[in-house]
């Protein structure tokens, strides 16, 4: 399994914008889908947004329809490190941010295909 490190989270007031990051080990990070969900208090792990890397600079996103033109995820294979930047925040996105990884490519958002994930990171936003 590949171990992940979320950073990035914080409290930030609602229109805000805050980055978070997620470092990989392993080497073979290029060949991992990678994901971010969510997870709120008394609420289920949700879809937020998942990026696939198909060869050379191409990679295919997808995001949830709740963040849809407001976060934008990216991968940098040379640092092992995906990212989630999160613009326009409102506080219903407040939560727990998890990354997550499945070793193949995988154009899904179920979070049961993930089989890697870190500890999370808070984000709250205020209204």
């Known amino acids: 399994q590949m171990q992940l490190v979320e950073s990035g989270g914080g409290l930030v007031q609602a229109g805000g914008s805050l980055r978070l990051s997620c470092a990989a080990s392993?080497?073979?990070?290029?060949?991992?889908?990678m994901g971010w969900f969510r997870q709120a208090p008394g609420k289920e792990r949700e879809f937020v947004a998942r990026?696939?890397?198909?060869?050379?600079?191409?990679?295919?996103?997808d995001y949830a329809d709740s963040v849809k033109g407001r976060f934008t995820i990216s991968r940098d294979n040379g640092k092992n490190t995906v990212y989630l930047q999160m613009n326009s925040l409102k506080p219903e996105d407040t939560a727990t941010y998890y990354c997550?990884?499945?070793?193949?490519?995988?154009?899904?958002?179920?979070?049961?295909?993930?089989?890697?994930w870190g500890q999370g990171t808070q984000v709250t936003v205020s209204s």
């Open positions: 997550a990884a499945v070793d193949r490519a995988y154009y899904g958002s179920s979070w049961q295909s993930f089989g890697s």
């Open positions: 392993g080497r073979t990070f290029s060949s991992y889908t």
């Open positions: 990026i696939t890397w198909s060869g050379g600079s191409i990679s295919y996103a």
